[in-house]
């Protein structure tokens, strides 16, 4: 029912015909037929996994459900050993994963909590209340201070109202609402005689109709256009998936080729696949999932710390494959805090000093200027704003405004005059207010001023000039001529190129105010008294960090509700208009084809996107993600949160951003700071060289525990030498020999031109035929090493194949021999991979990462405890003399010399 209306073009009597509704309201009865028919004023929400089911979800990872399988296996073949050891780790990733990741969805559940449970509601001629949800269009509603908004309503009579939009629109001051209908088509924002679901009351009170309700109300809308957004696998969850999926294949091939090979080696059937299955499940990196969660969660720890709040663990390393950031303006580039910086009166700039709403600051004022000229101004932009500034208190650290802050800073800039604002609010009695909207582009007061009835106007300068017959030239009223007109746009338009919001004034006197006197009459024939240059600035920090967003080869794409020359100017002042960048304002975006539109985008190095409504924010994070781009969106009002949730990195603003918009995001900014962000994606750049370091390393292992194995089986068969490791033993290498370095291994920071290229391309996969390779014949050579002490060992030892059994002692030593080579020489491939792929070991980096060498003393130490204590009967280890010790040693050191060789090698070529 009137769902594809603009009620906000329909006059007030056109508004009611169209529901059949007078400003008595509806009768219960019809109230309640709309009811029946068009359903309670409710968001729908969509069913969520509860807690328990959030938990097993952590099981569908494709490496904990090949570790499940090994331990049901295990289990079958009365192994209790293995599944102990397998369930543990399966259970411990799980709850890691549980309590780091927010995956909740509560969007729907914030935006609920929005809507007051209650409202006043005229049915039958009387004035009731009655509960949110009974409300239907064409109910008259009465709001009033401190209400929140209970659907979509017309303004139909308003006395002073200001509702806060900011959570729904991302208008961060209270607007002023008003009666009269708009002419055109405007933006949501600027639909200001209307107030929307999930907004409140700021100041006065008002009699409205509902147009809309539950979710056919903009809010609703929102809501719905959330939930329809897909989340998109993270890149580290794709590239997690990939690994797993190779891992998968050859853990099944693997263990088909051991059986095999196991009874050609004379293993019975049982013997046989209870070996090929052990070792095949000893072969899965049993740790690598809790290293990776507990990675995330090492950096997302870090990130905090830094003003980055990470919501989903996945996202910390999506981060650092992000090549287009798209970000607000306000807020986020700027401070958010608006200051007066020049007065242009009677073709003279007067220069202001001081920033922020402190009233600290110098006015400047030409000797030949009229100080009653400075004054009359100074008025009329006192009279026609609402806003107050307040002294820093117990909320604020410093002067702070309640309402507009374009307002705000006219008052600041009062207080520099040394103007008692709040005696000319009480003195001056404002007879009727009408109201600023977007077509007209301007607001006005009709108040007393010593007997007289004056209007008061501000607006955009442009379109107040249209209205204006004369000027003041300090003195007296003048003619507004076609000449002096263009000296007063020349001057807005400089100011405009410098990234300063214009405000003129104007005033006239007329004999009376009442009902009679029309909005048309109080604003024609006006005397044109200047115009004020305000600056949003741009945060200090902001210039540095687009600087390395662009040495990181990352597009930056504003998307603002501003108008464009204001941020092409802002662009100007951080480093972002470099001579390349394109502005696209709403009326051109609305004219453009996708196609056209993408390629406009894969053409400019930096682009502006101006006055743009939620629609259009979600249409173009979709055409990016088309394009394969991973971006991260900036947002703060409930309008963001499709955008947001859609994203690849949603980034919610911690301190102006709504919970809905906070609930759609991955990420929150503390300080809602742009360089916050370009600091969490050179974090996710560092996290993913570390991740990729560690997956490489724990899977050479895994290789060089393969390899071992396979000789052994083959020497096995040839000279019936025993098996150089059990199944237990690989664990013990994965779970307690390898851990603690490889968890260590991912606090590595960055290398020094971490920031200095383009974004990775998740399509380049860690497991690609350049790194298996490597991960072959290193594991080969690991292996190998590992086995070669092991044979010399026994051949030292004069040990005879013949009568070698497992429970032999020299056999249990030599197997402690295999086990603490594999280590070293882990410990070395570790060294050598954290280096870089042809940089030698012998840097200043080796000693960056003190945990790492810390954590190698403490694996050693662990393994002391293994071989040394009475825990060397669980996992079969021989104790070993102080002179076996020099068999791991030199396989260690070998491994190391031949991995950094082959470095220089390949660097040469």
Same mark, same amino acid.
């Given at each position: 029912m009137g769902k594809n209306q603009n009620f906000y073009q329909y006059s007030i009597d056109q508004t009611l015909d169209f529901f059949g509704s007078t400003k008595n309201g509806l009768s219960t009865k019809d109230a309640q037929k709309i009811i029946e028919t068009h359903g309670r004023n409710i968001l729908q929400t969509t069913t969520k996994n509860k807690n328990w089911l959030r938990?097993?979800?952590?099981?569908?990872? #494709?490496?904990?459900?090949?570790?499940?399988?090994?331990?049901?296996?295990?289990?079958?073949?009365?192994?209790?050993?293995?599944?102990?050891?397998?369930?543990?780790?399966?259970?411990?990733?799980?709850?890691?994963?549980?309590?780091?990741?927010?995956?909740?969805?509560?969007?729907?559940?914030?935006?609920?909590?929005?809507? +007051?449970?209650?409202?006043?509601v005229k049915r039958d001629g009387l004035l009731s209340e009655i509960s949110g949800e009974e409300i239907v269009v064409g109910d008259i509603v009465y709001i009033e201070e401190g209400d929140s908004i209970p659907a979509d309503i017309r303004i139909i009579e308003n006395n002073n109202l200001q509702t806060n939009d900011f959570a729904l629109t991302g208008e961060s001051s209270p607007v002023s609402k008003f009666t009269h209908a708009i002419k055109g088509d405007v933006v949501l924002g600027e639909?200001?005689?209307?107030?929307?679901?999930?907004?409140?009351?700021?100041?006065?009170?008002?009699?409205?109709?509902?147009?809309?309700?539950?979710?056919?109300?903009?809010?609703?809308?929102?809501?719905?256009?959330?939930?329809?957004?897909?989340?998109?696998?993270?890149?580290?969850?794709?590239?997690?998936?990939?690994?797993a999926k190779r891992l998968t294949i050859g853990t099944i091939v693997l263990c088909g080729i051991l059986i095999i090979i196991a009874l050609l080696a004379n293993f019975s059937l049982q013997e046989a696949f209870i070996f090929g299955v052990g070792i095949a499940a000893a072969m899965v990196p049993q740790g690598l999932p809790a290293q990776v969660n507990i990675a995330l969660s090492l950096a997302a720890g870090r990130l905090a710390k830094n003003n980055a709040l990470v919501k989903q663990l996945a996202c910390v390393e999506s981060l650092g494959a992000v090549n287009i950031i798209c970000t607000d303006k306000t807020g986020t580039l700027t401070k958010n805090e608006m200051t007066v910086k020049r007065i242009f009166i009677n073709n003279q700039r007067i220069e202001i000093s001081g920033s922020g709403y402190e009233p600290k600051g110098e006015?400047?004022?030409?000797?030949?200027?009229?100080?009653? +000229? #400075?004054?009359?101004?100074? +008025?009329?932009?006192?009279?026609?704003?609402?806003a107050k500034v307040n002294p820093p208190d117990e909320e604020h650290l410093d002067w702070y405004c309640l309402g507009d802050p374009t307002e705000g800073a006219l008052i600041t800039l009062a207080k520099k005059y040394n103007i008692d604002t709040e005696y000319l609010y009480t003195q001056h009695k404002q007879y009727h207010q009408f109201g600023f909207d977007s077509v007209r582009k301007m607001m006005s007061s009709v108040r007393d001023v010593d007997g007289k009835t004056l209007v008061y106007v501000k607006g955009a300068p442009n379109e107040l000039l249209e209205h204006c017959t004369t000027y003041h030239n300090g003195k007296e009223q003048k003619n507004l001529t076609k000449k002096q007109k263009e000296r007063i746009i020349k001057a807005i338009d400089e100011t405009s190129k410098q990234a300063m919001r214009n405000i003129a004034f104007?005033?006239?006197?007329?004999?009376?105010?009442?009902?009679?006197?029309?909005?048309?009459?109080?604003?024609?024939?006006?005397?044109?008294?200047?115009?004020?240059?305000?600056?949003? @600035?741009?945060?200090?920090?902001? @210039?540095?960090? #687009?600087?390395?967003?662009?040495?990181?080869?990352?597009?930056?794409?504003?998307?603002?509700?501003?108008?464009?020359?204001?941020?092409?100017?802002?662009?100007?002042?951080?480093?972002?208009?470099?001579?390349?960048?394109?502005?696209? @304002?709403?009326?051109?975006?609305? +004219?453009?084809?996708?196609?056209?539109?993408?390629?406009?985008?894969?053409?400019?190095?930096?682009?502006?996107?101006?006055?743009?409504?939620?629609?259009?924010?979600?249409?173009? #994070?979709?055409?990016?993600?088309?394009e394969h781009n991973i971006i991260a969106v900036t947002g703060d009002g409930i309008n963001d949160a499709p955008a947001l949730k859609r994203a690849d990195i949603g980034v919610a603003m911690g301190r102006i951003g709504t919970d809905v918009a906070k609930e759609a995001s991955k990420i929150i900014l503390l300080d809602d700071s742009f360089s916050t962000l370009v600091y969490a994606i050179q974090e996710g750049r560092i996290i993913y060289q570390n991740l990729r370091k560690t997956i490489l390393s724990c899977i050479t292992s895994n290789g060089g525990e393969l390899f071992a194995i396979l000789i052994s089986l083959v020497m096995k068969t040839f000279t019936g030498i025993p098996i150089a490791i059990s199944a237990v033993q690989i664990l013990a290498i994965?779970?307690?020999?390898?851990?603690?370095?490889?968890?260590?291994?991912?606090?590595?920071?960055?290398q020094k031109n971490i920031m200095k290229g383009p974004p990775r391309n998740p399509a380049n996969h860690i497991m690609n035929k350049k790194n298996i390779i490597d991960i072959l014949w290193s594991g080969a050579l690991m292996g190998g090493l590992a086995y070669l002490t092991y044979y010399i060992y026994l051949h030292l030892n004069s040990a005879s194949p013949q009568t070698l059994i497992n429970t032999d002692n020299t056999y249990m030593i030599g197997t402690s021999i295999t086990y603490t080579t594999i280590v070293f020489c882990q410990y070395a491939n570790i060294i050598s991979r954290r280096a870089g792929e042809v940089q030698h070991i012998f840097t200043k980096y080796f000693w960056t990462n003190k945990k790492l060498l810390v954590s190698f003393l403490l694996g050693i130490g662990a393994i002391l405890i293994l071989i040394y204590s009475p825990l060397h009967n669980y996992f079969g280890f021989g104790i070993m003399d102080i002179q076996d010790w020099l068999f791991p040693l030199s396989g260690g050191i070998l491994f190391l010399i031949i991995r950094e060789g082959y470095k220089q090698i390949i660097k040469r070529k």
């Open positions: 938990f097993f979800v952590q099981f569908k990872d #494709v490496l904990i459900l090949l570790l499940t399988g090994a331990m049901l296996i295990s289990v079958y073949l009365k192994d209790y050993r293995g599944a102990g050891i397998l369930g543990a780790i399966i259970v411990i990733n799980a709850i890691i994963g549980y309590i780091q990741e927010a995956k909740a969805e509560k969007i729907m559940e914030s935006l609920k909590k929005m809507i +007051h449970p209650n409202a006043k639909r200001n005689n209307c107030i929307f679901m999930g907004t409140t009351v700021a100041t006065g009170f008002a009699r409205g109709i509902v147009i809309a309700t539950g979710m056919d109300t903009q809010l609703g809308k929102i809501a719905n256009l959330s939930q329809e957004q897909i989340q998109e696998s993270s890149p580290l969850e794709k590239e997690m998936k990939n690994i006015i400047r004022i030409n000797q030949t200027l009229s100080t009653q +000229h #400075v004054t009359q101004l100074l +008025h009329a932009g006192i009279f026609a704003s609402n104007a005033y006239k006197e007329i004999d009376t105010y009442n009902k009679d006197t029309t909005m048309e009459l109080a604003e024609s024939d006006l005397c044109f008294l200047g115009f004020v240059a305000i600056i949003d @600035p741009a945060r200090p920090e902001v @210039p540095a960090a #687009v600087g390395a967003a662009r040495d990181a080869r990352i597009k930056i794409i504003m998307i603002t509700g501003d108008y464009g020359p204001t941020a092409e100017a802002i662009a100007e002042n951080i480093g972002l208009d470099d001579g390349k960048m394109k502005l696209i @304002p709403n009326e051109e975006l609305q +004219h453009l084809s996708d196609k056209k539109l993408s390629l406009i985008i894969r053409q400019n190095r930096s682009i502006i996107f101006s006055r743009v409504a939620p629609e259009d924010k979600l249409r173009i #994070v979709k055409l990016l993600q088309k994965d779970l307690i020999g390898e851990m603690g370095p490889l968890t260590a291994l991912t606090r590595d920071p960055g």
